[in-house]
């Protein structure tokens, strides 16, 4: 059954380092997503990708965070300058159609910043 | 402010036993609610998607029910196992929020033997 996959499953960075996290979403799908959420909170919506551009993005994602979709399989989200609160579980998500809007999730990336 | 609430926080229940799960949304205006696992430091596996012009889906002994005048949707887990122990989230793509998933805070399920 296809799959969104996510690379690294845990990545522990130096404070003010910068860091790239990996998703590989559903081949046909068209719409992505990263979330996140922090140890013991609800997962919250970071932002969505469509058609090479982002569509909506949280006020959380500020201009510390960027996305990008450097071909036709990877969707990637860059967190530069990383602080002590930026740590948490990271996850890609993907949607297909526009009218389902089911999204299916990858296990995530746990980042540790020290 | 749109928000999703769970209640239970917390069940524990011994194995065999019906269960309801319950979720409540703050606008009745949504477009979906999905419901979700999620094991322990693991992702979301999606369980079951009901549209918003749906009453009712069913997947196996899982049945998930909204009711979007009232801003409620419950998951009922029935003859529950203990591999049915998990965090199971709740969360609602309210309409306007085409890409947003407002997610509750989620039921931690743990069925004993």
């Known amino acids: 059954e296809p799959e969104v996959t996510q690379t690294p499953s845990h990545q522990v960075t130096q404070m003010g380092q910068e860091v790239i996290l990996r998703c590989v979403p559903i081949s046909n799908h068209l719409y992505f997503y990263w979330y996140r959420q922090i140890l013991g909170q609800k997962v919250e919506f970071l932002v969505s990708f469509y058609n090479n551009e982002i569509s909506e993005k949280s006020e959380i994602f500020d201009d510390q965070f960027s996305v990008e979709r450097p071909d036709g399989s990877n969707f990637t989200l860059k967190i530069r300058s990383t602080k002590l609160e930026d740590s948490a579980m990271y996850f890609c998500?993907?949607?297909?159609?526009?009218?389902?809007?089911?999204?299916?999730f990858g296990e995530g990336s746990r980042l540790t910043v020290l | 402010k749109q928000e999703v609430t769970q209640i239970p926080a917390a069940l524990s229940v011994p194995e065999g036993e019906n269960l309801v799960l319950n979720c409540s949304f703050t606008d009745s205006a949504i477009y979906n609610l999905q419901w979700f696992r999620q094991d322990p430091g693991k992702g979301l596996t999606s369980l079951l998607l009901i549209q918003s012009s749906q009453r009712e889906q069913t997947s196996g002994r899982l049945n998930a029910s909204l009711d979007k005048s009232s801003g409620r949707s419950t998951l009922y887990i029935a003859a529950s196992q203990p591999g049915d122990s998990a965090t199971y989230l709740c969360?609602?793509?309210?309409?306007?929020?085409?890409?947003?998933?407002?997610f509750g805070a989620g039921t931690r399920l743990a069925v004993h033997p």
């Open positions: 998500a993907s949607s297909g159609g526009y009218s389902r809007r089911e999204l299916f």
């Open positions: 969360a609602v793509l309210f309409s306007g929020g085409y890409n947003k998933l407002i």
